[in-house]
Each structure stands twice: as structure tokens, then as C-alpha cells.
């Protein structure tokens, strides 16, 4: 089993950068693919980013790509989530989240673990 802690949030002004990063602990961290999820006011759950065991392949959402970058350091067990020229509808919760899973990382449901998530506020 994998704990995991969640942190970087904050407030940014629309065109800003925030970096979010995931500390994990337990199993060894190379053992999972990892994602990033986010989950606004009234709305369901959405995986944003997710990055396999290796670090060798990503997947981003539409809403996304070309300004958020997800990437992890196995020796610090740390994935991290680099966000650029942020948005107010990029204001969410923002979750981190482990699957056993090397292939299927665009998958949210086989996500199990869970870090507890990190306030992005973005205003315009």
C-alpha cells in the first residue's frame, strides 16, 4: 500500500503557474503509474494528467494539454504536476492517485489510492 500527501495549491491570477507535488510513502513508488485529478464545485471528478510506472509515457485531458505537464522523480518517490497560463475553470480540487496499472493509466476507476487533495484557486 501507498500513502500519498498532496501539496503546492494555492491562489495564481489567470495566466499564472502553479506547481503541484505528490509525496508518496509505503510500496515502492515505482511500482505505479500516477495521476493527477481534479474535481470542481458541483462537477464530477475529472483525471487531468497520469504518467506510467517509467515516467516514459503521459496522457493529458483535452482541457489541458499544452499547458500542464505531469512528471516524476522515483528516487525522491515524488510526482509532480506543472501548470501554466492557468485559468479560472482550471479552480478545482486537485487529488493524486496510484493504479497498479502500467498500460490502462487514462483509466480513472482502477486509481486506488488516494493522497487528500489541494485547494487551485485561479481568479480572473
Known amino acids: 500500500q501507498v500513502q500519498l500527501v498532496a501539496s503546492g495549491g494555492g491562489l495564481v491570477q489567470a495566466g499564472g503557474s502553479l506547481r503541484l507535488s505528490c509525496a508518496a510513502s509505503g510500496r515502492a513508488f515505482s511500482s505505479y503509474s500516477m495521476g493527477w485529478f481534479r474535481q470542481a464545485p458541483g462537477k464530477e471528478r475529472e483525471l487531468v494528467a497520469a504518467i506510467n510506472r517509467s515516467g516514459s509515457n503521459t496522457y493529458y485531458a483535452d482541457s489541458v494539454k499544452g499547458r500542464f505537464t505531469i512528471s516524476r522523480d522515483n528516487a525522491k518517490n515524488t510526482v509532480y504536476l506543472q501548470m501554466n497560463d492557468l485559468k479560472p475553470e482550471d479552480t478545482a480540487v486537485y487529488y493524486c492517485?496510484?493504479?497498479?496499472?502500467?498500460?490502462?493509466?487514462?483509466?480513472?476507476?482502477?486509481?486506488?489510492?488516494w493522497g487528500q487533495g489541494t485547494q487551485v484557486t485561479v481568479s480572473s
Open positions: 492517485a496510484a493504479t497498479y496499472s502500467d498500460y490502462d493509466i487514462m483509466v480513472g476507476n482502477l486509481y486506488s489510492y
